[in-house]
Nanobody, 115 residues
């Protein structure tokens, strides 16, 4: 059973920090590229950050310098460290695993940035 389970979302004040986790199971985690997406209501799902099997990373311009994606293959987990959070970061964040044409998605976790 393939599973991607996001956690770590919640309420945080502007300028604060939050770390999201995505725990994977049911597939060979280490050979999949991992990514974080986010989606606001009525909007297209946006790629936030991606990390390759070799550890290279890329970020959306909107989060560059504030967010950091990392992975710990021994724990089958990918993380998204979010710093200097802004109200516009208030969206549902989704974890994705990709291997060529095969994609797996998590159900998402909500981040709310508000005072």
């Amino acid at each position: 059973q393939v599973q991607l389970v996001e956690s770590g979302g919640g309420l945080v004040q502007p300028g604060g920090s939050l770390r999201l986790s995505c725990a994977a199971s049911g597939f060979t985690f280490s050979i999949y590229a991992m990514a974080w997406y986010r989606q606001a209501p009525g909007k297209q799902r946006e790629l936030v950050a991606v990390i390759s099997t070799g550890g290279s990373t890329n970020y959306a311009d909107s989060v560059k310098g504030r967010f950091t994606i990392s992975r710990e293959n021994a724990k089958n987990t990918v993380y998204l460290q979010m710093n200097s959070l802004k109200p516009e970061d208030t969206v549902v964040y989704y974890c994705k695993a990709t291997l060529v044409s095969l994609d797996y998605w998590g159900a998402g976790t909500l981040v709310t940035v508000s005072s």
